[in-house]
């Protein structure tokens, strides 16, 4: 079997095999082979040095946990240099897909609890955890100004800060602007302050 085909999540790839091993399917895959320029001398090279089988975690397939088996192939340069290929699935250094990162962001915000996320994903409630303060600290924190209406929604963390976060988003949008550590009145008195909004209190806090 060899063969391209645009699966969700695998557009780009050439999957070599499906295998269901104890409930848990693989997907073996390769990237097609092409020119790449060298990132030492800049010359192009297609001559292969060698292959190593990446294991990257996957979204779920079916209910089913799934992983993917890449073939990783590294290039070889005249000038000396060896390189991995370019792929569209998982970046350097990671255990998981590109398209797992996404979804686990965005779960790890919009999700119940981290616990309930981590079941649903295959990992830890602790990995979620750690997603979440990445979302926070990253693309959330850069906050600067307020718009004039935000939505408020609770969020059971569970996190040392307390038992539940608040998720500050945009009304219009629902996408999150910020993440506050704990619901209690002074920490979004302070937040509020801080961003310069007016405010009332409302009787749900
Ligand atoms: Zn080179």
């Known amino acids: 079997m060899n063969f391209t ?78 390189f991995s290929e370019k792929n569209p699935i998982v970046q350097r250094y990671q255990r998981t897909s590109i398209e797992w990162n996404q979804a686990i962001m965005i779960r790890a915000v919009k999700g119940k609890t981290f616990k309930e996320t981590g079941e649903n994903y295959g990992v830890s409630a602790t990995k979620i955890v750690r997603r979440f303060d990445q979302v926070a600290r990253s693309e959330i924190r850069t906050v600067e100004h307020l718009p004039s209406v935000i939505a408020i929604d609770e969020y059971k963390g569970d996190t040392r800060e307390g038992k539940y976060q608040l998720i500050i988003a ?31 209190w409302s009787s749900w806090i």
């Open 5 to 82: 085909m645009n699966i969700p999540g695998l557009k780009g790839v050439i999957p070599t095999r499906f295998e269901d091993v104890g409930g848990v399917i693989r997907i073996y895959i390769e990237v097609e082979r092409k020119a790449h320029r060298c990132p030492r001398c800049q010359n192009r090279t297609s001559r292969v040095h060698d292959y190593r089988i990446q294991k990257i975690h996957h979204l779920k397939w079916f209910e089913r946990q799934t992983q993917i088996y890449y073939k990783r192939r590294r290039y070889a340069c005249s000038c000396g240099k060896r």
């Open 170 to 200: 945009d009304t219009v949008t629902r996408k999150p602007i910020d993440i506050l550590p704990n619901r209690y009145k002074k920490t979004i008195k302070h937040y509020l302050q801080k961003h310069g909004s007016r405010y009332r």
